[in-house]
């Protein structure tokens, strides 16, 4: 099995035909959808605003095989919803979108590909703007910049911007502090043992921050050179993709895929909090319930994983400087112990509680 066979299998997961376009189960309606065709180039995305009630719509473009254009179109209504929840509980000024590109079985040109998309995303004025996602790189961001003005994560020269996996990484790191310190009454990481399924951008610079701290890496990436990179920088514990949700350890870090958290692994797991980057974690929401029902806290992936969006908003908005962003990104910690006391308070499960409180902030920001 290798990472995109791996990663094909969970987007087909998430990516099951809708059965109403106009609602979705869960799913408050979308505000607009645009589907963007350009022939010349083949390509074929569709631009999902779900609410702008925040600000304009904010969220990343990923770029996939899709098994159909109905898959496709349900990734972008339930990703753009989720960035929505995201933007709302990280106080941004900014709604939520997503927009997907329909990856051709032939590309041609990659930088035409990507133009026109920008134009697309240009014509929709300022209502939706984009940054990376699964498949999307910075040089196709700074591409994009000649057909939009509605792009980030583009590097700039000594400047702040980019990549936001570090903060994504670093939103995740303050989360799992602030929840070790809710649940298991630790002050530090120290000794901490933490399992991270998936060392990519995100959960490699998760693994750097982890072992900083002091906290015990148990690794498992289908790539085997990223585990063996682990085991002699961190002296991280290798073990299978087939057994990291398992592993016996204090936190559970999925950083790799979507609905890893389903009713397939939720009785073999033995963490007490699963707090990671993964979008889309639970594969459907009562397995937020059967994860409560077995004492185990999970810290909602919209959440905690805000880091990198709020990297992307702030480098839109010109307000650069790192330590800026960083201080931003670090008050997700003060979210995560807010979340655990209106948990305490309510009996209700954190998905929920973290559900609601979002819905609760889709208005404009006073
Ligand atoms: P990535 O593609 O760089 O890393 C994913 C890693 O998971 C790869 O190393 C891959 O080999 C590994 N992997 C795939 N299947 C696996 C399996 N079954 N078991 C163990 N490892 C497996 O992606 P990235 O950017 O690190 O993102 C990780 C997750 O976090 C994704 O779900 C993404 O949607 C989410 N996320 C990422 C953000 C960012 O700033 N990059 C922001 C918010 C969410």
Redesign the pocket.
């Known amino acids: 099995m290798n990472?995109m066979t791996?990663?094909a299998r969970?987007l087909t997961h998430e990516s099951s035909i809708p059965s109403s376009l106009f609602g979705l189960p869960d799913q408050a309606p979308h505000e607009r959808v645009l589907l963007a065709s350009d022939e010349a180039t083949g390509l074929k995305a569709i631009i999902a605003v779900h609410s702008t009630a925040r600000g304009p719509a904010f969220g990343g473009c990923r770029f996939w095989s899709y098994d159909n254009e109905l898959a496709a179109m349900n990734d972008a209504l339930r990703l753009s919803q989720g960035m929505s929840l995201k933007n709302a509980l990280a106080d941004l000024p900014f709604g939520g979108g997503k927009a997907v590109i329909i990856k051709p079985a032939e590309i041609k040109d990659r930088g035409a590909l990507f133009a026109a998309f920008g134009r697309a995303v240009q014509s929709l004025d300022g209502a939706y703007i984009t940054a990376?996602?699964?498949g999307t790189t910075t040089a196709d961001m700074l591409g994009m910049q000649k057909h939009t003005r509605y792009v980030s994560g583009i590097p700039r020269e000594g400047s702040f911007g980019g990549d936001?996996?570090p903060?994504?990484a670093w939103g995740v790191f303050v989360s799992i502090e602030a929840g070790v310190k809710a649940v298991m009454g630790r002050a530090d990481l120290n000794g901490v043992c933490v399992a991270l399924?998936?060392?990519?951008?995100?959960?490699w610079h998760l693994a750097e921050f982890l072992h900083k701290a002091g906290a015990k890496l148990v690794v498992?990436?289908?790539?085997s050179a990223?585990v063996e990179r682990a085991r002699a920088q961190f002296g991280a514990t290798a073990v299978s993709?087939n057994e990291?949700l398992a592993a016996d350890v204090d936190v559970l870090a999925p950083?790799?895929?979507?609905a890893s958290l389903n009713e397939r692994s939720i009785p073999t797991l033995q963490a007490r909090i699963v707090c990671g980057?993964?979008?889309n974690q639970l594969a459907t929401t009562s397995d937020g319930d059967t994860l409560h029902e077995r004492g185990i806290v999970y810290l909602p992936?919209h959440l905690v994983?805000a880091?990198?969006?709020i990297s992307v908003a702030r480098e839109f908005r010109g307000e650069g400087e790192e330590q800026a962003v960083i201080s931003e990104v670090s008050r997700i910690a003060d979210r995560v112990t807010e979340l655990l006391d209106r948990v305490k308070a309510s009996g209700e499960t954190p998905a929920r509680v973290a559900d609601a409180w979002a819905r609760s902030k889709l208005v404009r920001p006073a």
Do not use: F, H, R, W
Not at 197 to 203: C, E, P
Not at 220 to 223: H, K, L, R, T
Not at 255 to 258: I, K, N, T, V
């Open positions: 990472a791996d990663l969970a990376e996602d699964v936001p996996s903060k994504t399924q998936g060392l990519g951008a995100v959960g498992a990436d289908v790539d990223k993709v990291i950083c790799a895929l979507g980057a993964a979008n992936d994983n880091g990198g969006i």
